[in-house]
């Protein structure tokens, strides 16, 4: 038996078809993932995502260690509960991890970390914060949802309390705030608006129960994939890993070279990465018959890649993918598909947003 | 538990054979195999005139999660194939042993649908998986 979140009995009682998930016991799909999928595109979705780790940092230098610790610079946060992509680098440049940092003030930070990665994060964190005046706090008392879709405003205003809803209406995205006991953040992972909420253990079953009365449609693991593969976002393990900087899977733009004085884990190693040039992670199109998958080869303008992510978007009703090729890549590529060789289009990873696509 | 029509023949690659009484037979897969697979996204079939043979790979049923081949159970030529799954390939999710029929075989030996499982068998196949 794997582990359980608070709301897995929530889950059997839904008609989850449950399966492991990185040593989690958690939802695939709750009977259709494509109705799952388009629900989220069309209205609203709840995720249940306590799985993920919640990692406190505080102290005097709480913002130095997370300078050092992390690629992107932590020092561009200004607004309290402001958010920020980033990513744990090793002395390689290789992902540790991607996640997002939660500003409060510079001695107060939240860290919300992959579930897959749970325990080499936390050993890696501890392990540099050793050097540093913080204190490191994973919250496994806290649990976790993610309400998306266009209607996530309108659902949450029906389970908050007026004056709760006040406190995040019409909020920017990436921006978190404590609203009493809720921490309540507008960031995802299926490139809809909507809302990613830190909750009590004890209370997430409620507050569950309440989204669902308000016909916010229960959505599992497999929804969450194509919605993120839609909206062009990597999933860990799978787009990127320790062995693949953030240069190569699309993540340079979450990378802070400037400042150039200050030095992060990883700084050198991507600055001469940089230098000799790199592989880079594209979105691949196929509007013929088939599905692209994780692992087939692509064929380039001058050599051969593969596919990191791919699925049939439901959004589309085609396949897109994310592969890793050669820079050299032109505007088309060949794909090895079951029996056949395919020519496909090359585009931005980046296929969905806002219900609508962006091809 | 999933439905496993007792007056159907099957396949221990999940594919059901339902006897048409006039020397074909229509193919379809399981309740089990679908449920397996999840939402289907493609349904690749045979031309009609299709000559196959028990064991070929004729098919492709390709849903979000993996591409599933899918074998002939008896050998013949192909005599109709489910055209409808062109634009409704969920069919075969929510109607396998209805609508969600892929193709038809007009077997060169009836005798063969022997050599397949009945219910019970295919049942006690899927209780090892």
Redesign the interface.
């Known amino acids: 038996m794997g582990s359980k979140t608070p709301l897995y009995d929530a889950h059997l009682r839904a008609e989850a078809k449950m399966v492991d998930f990185h040593g989690w016991d958690m939802p ?2 709750y009977g ?3 109705e799952e999928h388009k629900a989220v595109r069309e209205h609203c979705g709840v995720f249940d995502v306590s799985h993920m780790t919640i990692v406190d940092v505080e102290g005097a230098e709480a913002q130095n260690f997370l300078r050092y610790l992390l690629a992107n610079d932590v020092a561009k946060l200004k607004t309290p509960g402001k958010a920020q992509y980033t990513s744990m680098l090793n002395e390689n440049g290789g992902v540790i991890d991607d996640l997002i940092v939660y500003f409060f003030s510079e001695t107060a930070y939240r860290l919300v970390v992959n579930s897959a990665t749970r325990d080499k994060d936390l050993g890696w964190i501890e392990k540099v914060a050793a050097d540093f005046d913080v204190s490191v706090k994973e919250r496994d008392d806290m649990a976790m949802v993610a309400v998306q879709g266009p209607e996530a405003a309108e659902k949450m205003q029906q389970v908050l309390s007026a004056e709760q809803f006040a406190e995040i209406d019409g909020m920017k995205p990436f921006l978190g705030k404590n609203v009493d006991d809720y921490f309540i953040a507008t960031t995802g992972y299926t490139g809809e608006k909507g809302y990613e909420i830190v909750v009590p253990a004890g209370q997430i079953e409620t507050l569950w129960n309440q989204l669902l009365e308000a016909g916010v449609a229960p959505c599992g693991l ?1 929804a969450r994939d ?1 919605l993120r593969l839609e909206a062009g976002m990597n999933l860990y393990g799978q787009d990127m890993d320790e062995e693949i900087t953030p240069l190569e899977a699309n993540m340079g733009w979450s990378v802070a070279f400037d400042p150039a004085e200050r030095d992060f884990m990883g700084r050198k190693a991507l600055e001469q990465k940089k230098a000799e040039g790199h592989d880079k992670l594209v979105g691949l199109v196929m509007k013929d ?3 692209l ?1 994780h692992g087939q080869k692509v064929l380039v303008e001058g050599g051969e890649g593969i596919i990191t992510s791919g ?2 978007s ?1 959004t589309l009703g085609f396949s897109v993918a994310m592969a890793r090729v050669p820079a050299s890549v032109g505007d088309t590529a060949e794909v090895e598909l ?1 029996k056949k060789n395919v020519t496909v289009q090359v585009v931005k990873p980046g296929f969905v947003r806002n219900g609508q696509s962006v091809l | 538990m999933s439905n496993i029509p007792a007056d159907l023949k099957y396949a221990s690659t999940h594919e059901w054979v339902r006897d048409e009484g006039d020397g074909t037979f229509t193919v379809g897969i399981s309740e089990h195999a679908q449920e397996l697979l999840g939402d289907m996204v493609f349904v690749e079939l045979p031309d009609v005139g299709d000559k196959v043979a028990t064991g070929d790979d004729i098919a492709v049923a390709e849903s979000v999660k993996a591409a599933s081949d899918i074998y002939a159970p008896m050998t013949g030529e192909v005599v109709a194939v489910n055209e409808d799954l062109e634009d409704a390939p969920e069919t075969v999710n929510n109607d396998p042993y209805g609508d969600g029929w892929l193709f038809r075989i007009k077997a060169e030996d009836s005798g063969e649908l022997d050599n397949l499982l009945d219910a019970n068998t295919y049942e006690a196949s899927i209780d090892e998986d």
């Open positions: 695939l799909n259709s993932q494509i497999g194509t018959k088939g599905v998958r699925s049939f439901p079951r």
